[in-house]
């Protein structure tokens, strides 16, 4: 697998950390929105490491602990972000249409840590500091 192609995934997944980021300074804060992209964020961290391991094309599932267990079996540290896959998975499209689920602040503060947790996770910064 060429690591342009791995690059361009990091890139994908810092812009919605980005997003997230960034949406917290607004008043009032889209909860639902923040949380989205955080989930997305992982996502395309998870997605585009099996792409640096070999994956032809990464797996079609918004699910992060199924790519979090792809993950961990070729490096047991993602065993780590297991809580946070399990809890950023419900945003994945559910907070994308009305009425679908309740988030509140404190959900979003979690989400929030979790995707920084994710990033800072060893084998997913090295690879963001290569993909820079």
């Known amino acids: ?6 690059a361009e995934w ?35 961290y998870l997605k585009g490491y099996l792409l640096s391991k070999g994956e032809i094309e990464p797996p079609r599932t918004h699910d992060l602990v199924l790519l979090q267990l792809a993950c961990a079996e070729s490096d047991s540290s993602f065993a780590l972000i297991k809580r946070a896959c399990e809890v950023l998975t419900r945003y994945g499209v559910q907070p994308r249409y009305p009425n679908e689920m309740e988030i509140t602040e404190n959900d979003m503060k979690k989400a929030i840590e ?5 990033r800072e996770l060893e084998p997913l910064a090295i690879l963001r500091s290569k993909a820079d």
């Open 10 to 44: 990091f890139k994908y997944a810092d812009m919605d950390f980005i997003t997230a980021e960034h949406l917290l300074t607004l008043y009032p804060q889209p909860l639902e929105i923040i949380c989205f992209h955080c989930q997305q964020s992982a996502e395309k």
């Open 1 to 6: 697998m060429e690591f342009e192609y791995v």
């Open 114 to 118: 979790y995707i920084r947790q994710i």
